[in-house]
């Protein structure tokens, strides 16, 4: 048996999720960011290492506020795993563009792997994905959006 239950666990995630769509909606990337950790460290493939509630904060409300990542405010998961015994939530998580008026849905994904730390905080994130799987919904999203007098 791992150090938190399974409820805990999935408290934890379900929050983590609510507060991403939360800091999406709002641009409050520091709500997004208290749920690290003052130690934690960060593995973001394309921006690097970030040590550090304080870090990952400025990292956050920086990168969302640049285009074209301010344009996505979802980041529904499509599945997750839990590995109860380590307090591990893998998953793979859609980066969804705003729809751009044609009622589409423009997305990529990345796999995300979390470790819990106890207390509704993160001591670890890491993200990996195929920036070449970005590029064609990137053109596509502002192709449409164009179209839809965007």
Same mark, same amino acid.
């Given at each position: 048996?791992?150090?938190?239950?399974r409820?805990?666990?999935?408290e934890?995630?379900?929050?983590?999720?609510?507060?991403?769509?939360?800091?999406?909606?709002?641009?409050?990337?520091?709500?997004?960011?208290? #749920?690290f950790? *003052?130690? +934690?460290?960060?593995?973001?493939? =394309? &921006?690097?290492?970030? /040590?550090?509630?304080e870090?990952?904060?400025?990292?956050?409300?920086?990168t969302?506020?640049?285009?074209?990542?301010?344009?996505?405010?979802?980041?529904p998961?499509d599945?997750?795993?839990c590995?109860?015994?380590?307090?591990?939530?893998?998953?793979?998580?859609?980066n969804?563009?705003d729809d751009?008026?044609?009622? #589409?849905?423009? *997305?990529? +994904?990345?796999?995300?792997?979390? =470790? &819990?730390?106890?207390? /509704?905080?993160?001591?670890?994130?890491?993200?990996?994905?195929?920036?070449?799987?970005?590029?064609?919904?990137?053109t596509?999203?502002?192709?449409?959006?164009?179209?839809?007098?965007?």
């Amino acid at each position: 048996m791992g150090k938190w239950t399974r409820e805990e666990l999935q408290e934890a995630h379900d929050r983590y999720v609510a507060t991403a769509q939360e800091a999406a909606r709002t641009g409050n990337w520091q709500l997004w960011a208290d #749920q690290f950790t *003052e130690d +934690a460290d960060y593995n973001e493939h =394309h &921006y690097g290492l970030m /040590h550090g509630r304080e870090q990952i904060a400025t990292w956050i409300s920086e990168t969302m506020a640049q285009w074209p990542n301010s344009e996505m405010r979802a980041f529904p998961h499509d599945w997750c795993v839990c590995d109860e015994e380590r307090g591990w939530w893998i998953c793979q998580i859609e980066n969804r563009f705003d729809d751009p008026g044609d009622g #589409q849905v423009y *997305e990529a +994904a990345n796999i995300t792997v979390l =470790h &819990y730390a106890g207390d /509704h905080q993160w001591s670890y994130e890491e993200d990996a994905y195929n920036p070449a799987n970005f590029a064609p919904v990137v053109t596509a999203w502002v192709e449409a959006k164009r179209a839809h007098g965007g």
